[in-house]
Each structure stands twice: as structure tokens, then as C-alpha cells.
């Protein structure tokens, strides 16, 4: 089969999704791409960070994921090459830790994995973010870390998807996978049946369900995280920020942007958590600070049980993919050149 009449529907319009799709329809192949919501990355993606670096962990907390997302991070170029500017909200970040020493130690162990880093005195962390109230002593300065607005990444994959000939559906459910003989033939929507020579399962934790329709079995966990968006006019800060035990960011609609671990409470406790994370924002910033409160979202991350991307063809059901991965925002471009790469060899 042709790459150029092989049919391929990809299950899920997050970042992977639209990523997988972009390449495939890039290479030739004809693209159909299901999104449940009306509009773009309606679902895990919609309430991701969008971090896209190194700042938020150390290698020697996990080598094998701190190894994989250094490995994905230079996708970004390609991408921009290829599609123009990505909407990114903040280049560089400023990180420090509970002491110098420990912030030292924290420089010292991003350089020796490879990552361009150095450390930063108060007038130097002064002069970037001129808004914070107690500028720290030291601090790590991250230059190649930035935010990318996860949402806005999205469509612009599936828009340059679409202008090269992929089908995007918003709206439809995709209901079961079709197989015949125990080879995909395509998928049952909420619209009717289209048929495909490849089905690729790129909606995260609904992946599973949708693969037992075939017959499939895939592992993959969900984790909670929290994102907390608020407005603020004018944006107080340039970057991204990672101390006194917060992480911020400003968006590029003017607001700020804070990523945190789901309370042991669960969702009883968001409120708390929105109120101490607004505490913890005026106390970073120098007053005035205008601080609204938009939105405050758990929502599930899902990934396979030891954390390393899933990218592969399903056991038992010949022509059925299944990509999923965390963090998808930073590992979405290197999954979607990939995963394309697998489809098109097998066909």
C-alpha cells in the first residue's frame, strides 16, 4: 500500500493527537482525526502547564523520564521551522530552592546531565523580574526552558494538519474500533462507521476502553494534577518561576498560571488550595497586585505504569496504535514524528 491512499483515523484532538496527525498527513498519508469536544484539546491537554524544559525536576529524581524529555526537546525547533511561531507565553526560567546551597546543588546537577544553566545573583534575578518582592539571593537561570500555551500549540497543529488535507471532526464520539479477522477496519462513531487501513488511539486514558473494543489491552494509570489560572492586568511577571514553593507563569492572554499537586483531600480541597496559592502570590509579588481568580481544575494525566511513553502497535489487533504519554505537551512533536514513522513502515 501507498503511503498516499493509506487511510489512517486518529482517536483524540489533545497535543499527541494533532501532533501524530500533522505528520502523518505531512508524509502523505489521508487523515481523519476524531475530537470529541467542539474545539480543540478539550480534554487532558486543554489543562496542562505547558512547562517545555528541565527546571521543574532533577535528573537523579527519575534519570530515565529527565533523559526523555531532554531527548524531545529539540522536536520544538523543528516544529517552529515547519510551522512559524509557536504561541509561547514565557521564554527562560528562574528557579531556587529553600537554600543556596540547595539551589547550588540543583545548578550543579542540571549542568552535569547537559543542560545550559547557570547561577544568578539578587540584582541579576532583580533586573529580570523587577515585580517580585524578595528577590532571592541565588538563583538558577534557565534560558532554554520556556511555556508554550498547550491549547494554542493544538490548533495550531491541527489547523497546518488541515491545510494539508486532514479531515478534523469535532463533536463525534468515537464509539468502538471495527475489526475483521483480527485487523482494524476502521471505527464506529457517533455519525456513522468510517473505515481506515490504521485506527491511532492518541485520547489519553480513554484509550484503554477503546482498544478493548478490538479486542486490545492497554495499562495505562491516571495521576492527578491541578492548574490554577488566574488575571491579573497588567502580567507581573516575564518568566517562568519555580520557588517558595510555587510554579508560575504568565499567559499570553496577560493572566498567571500556577501548576500543583492535587491536595490530599482530593477536590474538597481546591478551594484551600486556591486560596493558599493566592496567598503565596501576593506574598512573591510587590503590591499592588490585582489577583482574580478565572478557574481551578483537577484533572487526570495519564501514562503507562512505569511512566515511559506508549508508543506502539497494539498485541492482537493488527493496524491498531495507541500513543500515550506524560508530560504530552513537551513530548508530543518527538511522539508524533515517531509514531508516524512506525504507521508509515508498517504500511
Known sequence: MSVRTLRVVVVGGGVIGAAVAWYLVRAGAQVTLFERGAVPACGTTRWSYGWVGTGSTLPSENPARFALVQAALPEFSTLQKALGPLPVAARGALVWLESE??????????????????????????????????????????????AVEPIELTAQLLSAAQALGACIRYGCQVESVETRNGRCTGVHTSAGTVPADVVVLANAASAGPLAATAGGRLQIVEKPAVLLQFASSPCPIKHLLNGQGLELRPSRSGGLVSAADLPDTGKNGLPELEARTASAIAELIKPPLQLATVSVRSAMRAMTLDGAPLREFVDSVSSLYAV????????????GRLAAGDILASS
Open 101 to 146: 546551597t540547595e539551589t547550588t546543588a540543583f545548578v550543579a546537577e542540571q549542568r552535569a546531565a547537559g543542560v545550559r544553566i547557570e547561577e544568578i545573583g539578587r540584582a541579576a534575578v532583580e533586573a529580570m523580574e523587577p515585580s517580585l518582592a524578595k528577590p532571592p539571593a541565588l538563583a538558577a537561570w534557565m534560558p532554554d526552558d520556556f
Open 324 to 335: 500515550v504519554a506524560h508530560p504530552g505537551v513537551i513530548l508530543a512533536p518527538q511522539l
